[in-house]
C-alpha cells in the first residue's frame, strides 16, 4: 500500500510559478513510476506528467510541454511537478499517482492516488 499526499496548490496569477510537492509513504517509492494528472471542472481527468522509477525519463502533455517539469527524490518519497508560465487554463486539482508497471507515459489506470490539490491561475 503506498499512500500519497499532494502539497503546494494554491492562487497565482497568470505568468507565475508554482511547484507542487508529493509525499509517498512506504519504502517502496522507486518501484513505482510516478505521474501527476489534473482535472478541471467540467472536464475529465487528463495526464500532465510523468516519470520513470529512477527519474531519468520523462513525458509530458502537449499543452504543459516546455513550461512544466517533473522531477523525482527517491531519497525523500517525493515527486515533484514545477510549473512555470501558468496560464488560466492551467487551473484543475492536481493530482499524483503512482504506477507499478513502470511506465512514464500516459495510462489509463493507476494503483495509487493522492487526494488532490487546487491550483487557480487567475488572468
Known amino acids: 500500500q503506498v499512500q500519497l499526499v499532494e502539497s503546494g496548490g494554491g492562487l497565482v496569477q497568470a505568468g507565475d510559478s508554482l511547484r507542487l510537492s508529493c509525499v509517498a509513504s512506504?519504502?517502496?517509492?522507486?518501484?513505482?513510476?510516478m505521474a501527476w494528472l489534473r482535472q478541471s471542472p467540467g472536464k475529465e481527468r487528463e495526464f500532465v506528467a510523468g516519470?520513470?522509477?529512477?527519474?531519468?525519463?520523462?513525458s509530458y502533455a502537449d499543452s504543459v510541454k516546455g513550461r512544466f517539469t517533473i522531477s523525482r527524490d527517491n531519497a525523500k518519497n517525493t515527486v515533484y511537478l514545477q510549473m512555470n508560465s501558468l496560464k488560466p487554463e492551467d487551473t484543475a486539482i492536481y493530482y499524483c499517482?503512482?504506477?507499478?508497471?513502470?511506465?512514464?507515459?500516459?495510462?489509463?489506470?493507476?494503483?495509487?492516488w493522492g487526494q488532490g490539490t487546487q491550483v487557480t491561475v487567475s488572468s
Open positions: 516519470t520513470s522509477r529512477s527519474g531519468l525519463r520523462t
Open positions: 512506504g519504502r517502496t517509492f522507486n518501484h513505482y513510476a
Open positions: 499517482a503512482a504506477d507499478a508497471s513502470g511506465s512514464w507515459y500516459a495510462r489509463s489506470q493507476y494503483e495509487f
